[in-house]
């Protein structure tokens, strides 16, 4: 299993709007035969940092999620609303099993 | 939703140990009522950096968590296997809803 934590700082006037692009983006995620949770978090000493906790079943999947028309919009509306660059880390899950996810 | 990011750096020479006793904890961890998720994550780019992805339903779910023996129990088999003090960020969940966890 592929996990992908994004994190976004968001320009604090936008971070209603961005919520709610990114609730929406992560609905349509859910959809997707390969991602298996869409978590999206807002830190509490600072909610206008926004992680998302992204999990694909391997790397095709993440591939996959790039390409559908959820990820597009989002990525779009999003992109003038982030204070810096977003920034990505990959893990590899060591548990749950696969099963468990 | 409560959520905790523990992020630990791990000396490579205790890596295998302290993932096993992880794993033990993190599965006596989803056998209590307050606990939705206790992930454990490897970082590709450094797999001696472990982040445990920890859901509680609210702040007494995340104290009696630390009040259980399996946590007791894995809080003193890891602690000479970390190579600096550990550090928790706290989320709240923006998505899912409370009833998509």
């Known amino acids: 299993m592929l996990v992908v934590h994004v994190h976004v700082r968001v320009k604090p006037d936008d971070l209603e709007a961005f919520l709610t692009e990114t609730r929406r983006n ?25 992680v998302l906790n992204e999990v694909y079943v391997d790397q095709a999947a993440a591939d996959a999620h790039k390409r559908t028309a959820h990820y597009a919009r989002w990525r779009d509306a999003v992109a003038p609303m982030m204070a810096e660059p977003r920034a990505a880390t990959r893990f590899e899950s060591v548990f749950p099993a696969e099963s468990g996810w």
């Open 26 to 50: 992560a609905a349509g995620s859910l959809e997707e035969p390969g991602v298996r949770r869409f978590d999206v978090l807002q830190t509490e000493a600072d909610p206008a940092h926004v």
